[in-house]
C-alpha cells in the first residue's frame, strides 16, 4: 500500500537524484503524523472548551501530584514558555477558576499556583478523552510494533531533549 509520502519521494527523486531523499520516508510520515495528532488533539480539547495551552498548563498541575500545585517557575520549566507568557497564562486560568494563586510557605515572596477542583475535573475528563482518541490513532498496530516505535522514536528525541521535566 501506497501513502502521500511514498507518492513525495518519488517525485523528489526523480526531480533530484542527486539528492538522498531517503530521510523523508521517516520524518515526512513524522511530520504528517504531528499534522494529523494536533487536529485531533485540537478537536479533544475544544470539546472540553481547552486550548491547547491550558490543557499543558492544567495536566502539568495534575501531575505534580496534590494538592496539584507548582511554582510559576516550575510551570514554565514543564511548559517550556517565558515568564510574561506563564503569567498571562496563569491570569487566564485563574479568571476562569480553573487555578488559584497561594502564598509560597517556603519563600514569602512567592506563590504558588493550584489546580482548583473545577480545573481538575475539566482536565482529568479531557485526558481520558484524548487517550481514547490516540488509542485510536494506534489502533492498526499491535502492542510489539507500538512498543517498537516507541523505542525508536525515543532513540531519535533523545538528542533534542533537555534536563527540562515534562
Not at 68 to 89: F, K
Amino acid at each position: 500500500m501506497r501513502d502521500e509520502v511514498d507518492r513525495l519521494v518519488e517525485a523528489w527523486g526523480a526531480e533530484r537524484p542527486d539528492l538522498d531523499v531517503q530521510p523523508l520516508h521517516v520524518l515526512s510520515r513524522v511530520s504528517r503524523l504531528a499534522r494529523h495528532l494536533d487536529r485531533a488533539r485540537r478537536a479533544v480539547f475544544a470539546a472540553h472548551d481547552l486550548e491547547p495551552w491550558e490543557f499543558d498548563v492544567l495536566t502539568a498541575l495534575r501531575r505534580a501530584g496534590s494538592p496539584y500545585e507548582l511554582s510559576p517557575g516550575r510551570l514554565l520549566r514543564a511548559t517550556l514558555v517565558t515568564s510574561g507568557t506563564m503569567t498571562n497564562r496563569i491570569d487566564r486560568l485563574a479568571a476562569a477558576g480553573l487555578v488559584e494563586r497561594h502564598p509560597d510557605p517556603q519563600d514569602k515572596r512567592g506563590v504558588l499556583v493550584r489546580l482548583t477542583d473545577a480545573g481538575r475535573t475539566r482536565v482529568d475528563s479531557a485526558f481520558a478523552d484524548l487517550l481514547d482518541r490516540e488509542h485510536a490513532i494506534l489502533d492498526g498496530l499491535s502492542p510489539t510494533d507500538t512498543k517498537a516505535l516507541a523505542d525508536l522514536l525515543r532513540t531519535l528525541l533523545i538528542p533534542f531533549d533537555t534536563d527540562t521535566p515534562a
